[in-house]
């Protein structure tokens, strides 16, 4: 079965830093790679998506994923943090055995002191 | 920017009671789905349309739970009866379909059920 894990609950960064937030999967085949964020009491929202070619991939709000495949990794990254960028994060995998399913890690709070 | 539209935001409702809830997708988008997201998790897949049909209800608890998207455009999630530990958002997407694999799912603002 595909599979994201997200090793970290709470990430904390200081406004101005750089931030990253890990994810690794375990899939099958090519990976199709997402990130969402969720703010509190709404829906997710889509950042970025990896499926194939560059390894650097760039999204909204400034964020920018790097694509690993022999670390089997898929981590977020933004090289100044807001402090309106505290939220949750996740990050997913599609699972090609089944039509279009998203599979999500648990999420990653991140957490930008002003 | 057309989004996914989700009602009612909150809901509490008795144990033991029916709940429904329901969405609208972004026009155009044949894939729809529900996802249930208890506190502290990701989101996990109960239910996929593939316009009015179910592709994929293979975490829904059918003995409880069920839904429909009867002419392939909104949709409704019912439970009855209702159970404590069915308190958690509930969220609605919807996304384009076809071959191509990297279509990514639009979500609605979601429904934070509670049961009492």
């Known amino acids: 079965a595909q599979s994201v894990a997200q090793p970290e609950d709470q990430v904390n960064v200081a406004e101005g830093n750089p931030l990253t937030v890990k994810c690794t999967y375990s899939?099958?085949?090519?990976?199709?790679l997402f990130w969402y964020v969720q703010y509190p009491n709404r829906g997710l929202q889509f950042l970025l998506k990896y499926i194939t070619g560059d390894n650097l991939v760039k999204g909204s709000y400034g964020f920018e994923a790097e694509f690993n495949k022999s670390q089997t990794s898929f981590h977020l990254k933004k090289p100044s943090a807001l402090v309106s960028d505290s939220a949750l994060y996740f990050c997913?995998?599609?699972?090609?055995?089944?039509?279009?399913?998203?599979?999500f890690g648990t999420g990653t709070r991140l957490l930008v002191s002003p | 920017e057309a989004e996914v539209a989700q009602s009612p935001r909150y809901k509490i409702t008795e144990k033991s009671q029916a709940v429904a809830f329901w969405c609208d997708p972004i026009s155009g988008h044949a894939t729809l789905y529900w996802y249930r997201q208890i506190l502290g998790q990701g989101p996990e897949l109960l239910v996929q349309f593939q316009d009015e049909s179910v592709v994929d209800d293979s975490q829904l608890p059918k003995d409880r739970f069920s839904a429909e998207r009867l002419k392939g455009v909104d949709s409704t999630l019912k439970i009855q009866p209702a159970e404590l530990g069915d308190s958690a958002m509930y969220l609605c997407?919807?996304?384009?379909?076809?071959?191509?694999?990297?279509?990514?799912?639009?979500f609605g603002p979601g429904t934070r059920l509670t049961v009492t």
């Open positions: 899939v099958s085949g090519n990976p199709y």
């Open positions: 997407a919807s996304s384009l379909t076809g071959p191509e694999p990297s279509y990514e799912q639009y």
């Open positions: 997913a995998v599609r699972d090609r055995k089944s039509f279009q399913k998203l599979v």
